[in-house]
């Protein structure tokens, strides 16, 4: 098998999950760092390369809001849903078990005629 192609196939189909991964984890407010974080303990790491333009990238959108605070002592960009964000949250949720529901189907027809 060809490593180099599946690592990009793999790459491909995680880009798509990570934007709904991280518009989900944002309906709570959350700086970069506690984000990432939450994400990782969930099974969803994200490098911090990969995490910060896509949440400028997001907020520039509209898909986010964000807000500067001082916690501990230090400066922190703060993000969550903007209104615009929670509807395209819930229409891609919606995509996501609509093309689940394809898939399994697909695959539970794929088990029954190799059986």
């Known amino acids: 098998m060809n490593a180099e192609l599946f690592e990009n196939l793999r790459l491909e189909l995680r880009r798509g999950s990570l934007i ?4 989900a984890q944002l309906r709570a407010e959350h700086y970069g760092y506690a984000l990432r974080k939450a ?3 969930r099974g969803m790491a994200i490098d911090e390369n990969t995490l910060y ?3 400028r990238r997001l907020e520039s ?3 986010l809001v964000s807000q500067w605070r001082e916690e501990e002592k230090r400066n922190k960009r703060f993000y969550r849903l903007s209104g615009d ?3 395209i949250l819930a229409q ?6 609509d093309i689940n529901s394809s898939l399994n189907r697909i695959l539970d ?3 029954r005629v190799g059986n």
């Open 20 to 23: 709904v991964a991280v518009l």
């Open 109 to 111: 027809a794929e088990m």
């Open 39 to 41: 994400l990782a303990d």
């Open 85 to 87: 964000g929670e509807l």
């Open 53 to 55: 333009p896509l949440l």
């Open 61 to 63: 959108q509209g898909l």
């Open 92 to 97: 891609l949720l919606d995509e996501w078990h």
